[in-house]
């Protein structure tokens, strides 16, 4: 892929743990805006599109501006909130769906910093691995086996390596989450559709970065989330059609890592 080739979700849970929670002013979100409609045209400023823009999208998600092989480091201390007890009951509520599910199958839509849009299937196996499919004409497959992210390119034949810890996303991989105890959350808020909770996380090799993740109001359910990465760009990912009584096949996650062993 262009730029970054090589490069998702590569969800998730790495070496480096989120910050923790303590006590401060709770910051405001914004109202979480609605996905764009298919075939609305993208901001003015874009210059990319199509597989350009999907590009733009996995280096918000994996901030891939930074080096591959750079060691994660530890993530630094941020402003946290206080939470209220209705903030808190939710929170609560949203860690234990988030542990519940060992296993999903469903699609998503992901939307680029340009606005570009591209679709596929995704599945997830706790703890660690996922797989992002994405439909044609996209070429790219993006899979974590635990460990590491890998980015196929099927047209051009080439994958790249990725440490999991990379992403902001790997706590949604794990097998237990407590977000109020495992994260540094920065805002909550509710309304009758959505639940939708603020995370930050500062790293010293990559910056600050912003997860915002929505949930059904009524049934705890993850909906999308959006990344913000440290040059303020967001990718937002929407997910549809999930289903937990599917077990993906365990060769869905695997890695050939003797492509890198030259």
Not at 217 to 244: E, H, M, R
């Amino acid at each position: 892929m262009a730029g970054s080739q090589g490069l998702l979700v590569g969800i998730l849970l790495g070496a480096a743990a989120l910050t923790s929670v303590a006590a401060a002013e709770t910051i405001p979100l914004p109202t979480p805006a609605p996905l764009p409609k298919e075939g609305a045209a993208a901001p003015a400023t874009s210059a990319q599109s199509g597989i350009g823009g999907l590009a733009a999208g996995l280096k918000s998600l994996f901030h891939l501006d930074k080096q591959p092989e750079a060691p994660a480091a530890p993530a630094a201390t941020t402003t946290t909130v206080a939470l209220n007890p209705t903030q808190r009951t939710q929170i609560d509520k949203v860690s234990t769906y988030l542990s519940s599910v060992q296993q999903l199958v469903g699609n998503f839509v992901q939307v680029g910093p340009d606005g570009s849009r591209v679709k596929g299937e995704f599945y997830i196996q706790k703890p660690g691995k996922i797989r992002f499919e994405y439909d044609p004409p996209s070429p790219i497959e993006i899979i974590a086996d635990g460990q590491s992210v890998v980015v196929r390119d099927r047209k051009l034949a080439t994958q790249d390596l990725y440490p999991l810890s990379q992403t902001p996303l790997r706590f949604l991989l794990s097998e237990r989450i407590d977000l109020a105890r495992d994260t540094n959350i920065i805002g909550v808020r509710a309304d009758d559709v959505f639940v939708t909770i603020t995370i930050e996380e500062r790293q010293a090799l990559i910056g600050t970065s912003r997860l915002m993740m929505m949930v059904g109001a009524k049934d705890f359910q993850l909906k999308q989330w959006t990344i913000t990465d440290p040059q303020g760009y967001d990718t937002t990912v929407a997910v549809s059609n999930l289903d937990t009584s599917k077990r993906p096949d365990p060769n869905l996650f695997k890695i050939d890592y003797t492509r890198y062993a030259q």
